[in-house]
């Protein structure tokens, strides 16, 4: 199974909402990613987890909070978010292992609407 | 720190013709790699092929395969016998190993490519 799962595939939420983007592997990867994508740009990396556990924070703001229950689920929690905050949001899970060709399998992605 | 350039915003090409995409990096790492991605317009990020730094011979996956001339800093995506489902935004990338454990993939800018009858 070499598929990253991401729930929902659509999202409009108001900006006094609070929604969670969810992403689910089963590869077996420890290392679990939240890229952000503008429309018409590269994806731009926003957090890292690794065996679990937060590694790299993009300096994102803090109105976007990431979790990672266990080894094949990684979320994204949103609240108070802005208009520009509207992208597609990608999930990616890797192996850690360093030396080896570790590509990033990338999910569908969550088209995020913020009205 | 890693930057990829890619320089054609928008590609065409005619079925069944071959067509390169052009991609050049810059890095001070002895050792990386270097990554091509497809993003249909329903926007997964589909991994293509994969060159290593220290790889002798360039990548090959099927149709896709890589020109990769290190000392000029260039990984160009040749497509050969392109095909209607070709058509997307093809997107070059460079791995940074992260000491916290995973690795970043800092991606050019993209080329939009539209495959013709």
């Known amino acids: 199974d070499t598929e990253v799962t991401q729930t929902p595939k659509h999202l409009v939420m108001g900006m006094t909402n609070k929604k969670s983007l969810k992403c689910e592997q089963h590869m077996g990867h420890r290392a679990m990613y939240w890229y952000k994508q503008k429309a018409k740009k590269p994806p731009e990396l926003m957090f890292v987890y690794s065996y679990e556990k937060l590694s790299i924070n993009e300096s994102v703001p803090s109105r976007f909070s990431p979790e990672c229950p266990n080894s094949s689920l990684l979320n994204l929690h949103l609240h108070a978010l802005q208009p520009e905050d509207s992208a597609l949001y990608l999930c990616?899970?890797?192996?850690?292992?360093?030396?080896?060709?570790?590509?990033?399998?990338f999910g569908q992605g969550t088209r995020l609407t913020v009205v | 720190a890693q930057k990829i350039t890619q320089t054609q915003p928008g590609m065409f090409v005619q079925e069944k013709e071959a067509v390169t995409l052009d991609c050049t990096y810059d890095?001070?790492?002895?050792?990386?790699?270097l990554f091509w991605y497809k993003q249909p317009s329903s926007g997964e990020m589909i991994f293509l092929i994969y060159?290593?730094?220290?790889?002798?011979q360039n990548a090959t996956e099927g149709r896709y395969s890589l020109n990769f001339q290190k000392a000029r800093k260039s990984a160009n995506l040749v497509i050969s016998a392109s095909q209607l489902g070709d058509s997307a935004m093809y997107f070059c990338?460079?791995?940074?190993?992260?000491?916290?454990?995973?690795?970043?993939?800092?991606f050019g800018t993209g080329t939009q490519l539209k495959v013709e009858l």
């Open positions: 890095t001070s790492d002895q050792s990386y790699g």
């Open positions: 060159q290593g730094s220290y790889d002798e």
């Open positions: 990338a460079m791995r940074e190993w992260l000491t916290g454990g995973g690795n970043k993939l800092t």
């Open positions: 990616a899970s890797s192996t850690n292992e360093g030396g080896v060709n570790t590509e990033a399998f």
